[in-house]
Structures are given as structure tokens and as C-alpha cells.
């Protein structure tokens, strides 16, 4: 029978639905978090009589045909790179960008990084770097004796020093845009790498054109809609039940049959 493998495909398919619901739930504070979102496809149609096929030698066409549908499978689990809520930190290198934009992390294997998540710290030598110590590119150091550190929309780096009115700039800020972001490749720390989906970076100074303003202070909070996820929790479980009993349907007439004297 046909429907105990629809059924198990519906099955498989809503567990992934739960465990890409169950991620978005678990990162619901994680900061610069991009829920994710599952496509579904069908399967392939199994033609029984095929639509537009001839009925007769006098070339009658059959209207719609006879098709059997052979289940659902997970296309795809997109990311959703909406602008979170931004939280005020008041910790002058806690960064968040309105807008569209990316900072760009050196990994320790050479290879840029791109992510959303803004809250940097100094390293033992003052350069910006992540909470896993990864650099923020373009490398920039912070002064020792830097009195304060003020970061304009622009993303300029600017610091007081002692004895000097004026501040000094330490450098700039650049971000980095995707024209296809759903096209990024997660892989861990909130990071995200470059794929031939995504297609190359463009680079560019914030508040300028294609790329959102720096707002010192402050990150950028998960895109994770709670009531959301918990709706879309429900609405995956029911679901998965529905399937369930399709399979203990298809049984229970399979034993029917089996009984049959």
C-alpha cells in the first residue's frame, strides 16, 4: 500500500520541521541569531494515466488523468536574515547594524567569516576581536591608554587620548552584503561562510549606499518569534500525529485483508 510510505515520508518530514523549530526556540537569546524555516516538497507523481494522454483512436484527450502522489520531503531549511530587535548594552564595542550588512571575522584558518552578532572585546594586544577571539576585519587596534572608544554610524573608530582635545581615528568599520544571504552557509558561532549561492561579497563602508548605520552600544538581538515558533511547534506535532495514523490506518486495512476467509 501506498500510503504506509506516504505516510513515513510525512513523518520524517515533520521531525525535521521540529528540530529546525526546536533550534530557532533554543536561540530564541542568542545574539545576531537567524531562525530558520523549513521548505517542503512533494515527491514524485506516479502517472497511472497520464493527463493529455489520448483516450480513443479518434483522439479524444484525457482531461486531468489519473495521478498518485508518493509523499513530501524537506527541500530546504532557509535562513530568515530579518533585522532583529536591538538591545541596549551601553558597552562601547558592542556594535549592531540597521539595516543590510555584515561584520567580516578572520578565522584562524585564513578564511572570512561574516555574521550579525556584534559584541567584540579587546584582545591582549587591542585589537577588536570576537567572544572566541577571532579578528574583526579590517584589523583594528585600540591605544592602551585610549580614555574612551566612540564608533559613529559610519563605523570610523575613534579614541581619546590623554592629553589630546581631538579625538584620533583608529579606523574603519567595513561591512559586507550578499546579494542572495539565504544563500550563506551556517556554521556555528553565529557565523556565516560564502557559497556559490550567495555569490561574492560586496564591501562597503556603513550608513552608505546598500549598507545599514553602526549603532554603538548596542547588539542585535534573535529574529526567533516565540509565539511564532510555539504556534508553528503545534501546528508540526499535529501533523506528525496525522501521519501517524495514516500508517495505523493502512495497517489496520492490511489486516483486514489478511482476515478475509
Not at 58 to 82: C, D, F, N, R, W
Not at 92 to 112: C, H, K, N, R, W
Amino acid at each position: 500500500m501506498r500510503s504506509l510510505d506516504i505516510g513515513a515520508t510525512g513523518m520524517l518530514a515533520q521531525q525535521t520541521n521540529v528540530d529546525v523549530i526546536s533550534n530557532n526556540i533554543a536561540n530564541m537569546t542568542t545574539s545576531g541569531f537567524k531562525r530558520g524555516r523549513a521548505e517542503f516538497q512533494d515527491l514524485i507523481y506516479q502517472n497511472i494515466v497520464r493527463p493529455g494522454s489520448t483516450s480513443s483512436d479518434a483522439g479524444t484527450i484525457v482531461p486531468s488523468g489519473l495521478q498518485l502522489g508518493l509523499g513530501v520531503k524537506v527541500s530546504s531549511v532557509y535562513h530568515l536574515h530579518e533585522q532583529g530587535p536591538l538591545k541596549v548594552t551601553d558597552n562601547p564595542l558592542d556594535l549592531a547594524v540597521t539595516g543590510d550588512g555584515y561584520f567580516q571575522i578572520e578565522l584562524p584558518s585564513g578564511d572570512t567569516a561574516y555574521t550579525r552578532s556584534g559584541s567584540f572585546q579587546l584582545s591582549d594586544t587591542g585589537e577588536i576581536v570576537t567572544t572566541q577571539g577571532y579578528r574583526l576585519l579590517p584589523g583594528i587596534t585600540i591605544p592602551t591608554d585610549a580614555e574612551s572608544i566612540t564608533i559613529n554610524q559610519s563605523g570610523e573608530v575613534l579614541v581619546k587620548l590623554p592629553g589630546q582635545i581631538a579625538m584620533q581615528n583608529q579606523g574603519q568599520i567595513q561591512l559586507a552584503n550578499f546579494v542572495n544571504p539565504g544563500g550563506l552557509e551556517g556554521v556555528g558561532d553565529t557565523l556565516f561562510m560564502e557559497t556559490e549561492a550567495s555569490a561574492a561579497p560586496v564591501v562597503g563602508n556603513p550608513d552608505s549606499e546598500n549598507f545599514g548605520p553602526v549603532r554603538q552600544g548596542m547588539v542585535e538581538g534573535s529574529n526567533v518569534n516565540v509565539v511564532e515558533e510555539i504556534t508553528n511547534l503545534i501546528t508540526a506535532q499535529r501533523a506528525y500525529e496525522m501521519n501517524s495514523k495514516i500508517i495505523s490506518t493502512s495497517d489496520d486495512m492490511l489486516g483486514t485483508i489478511t482476515q478475509l476467509r
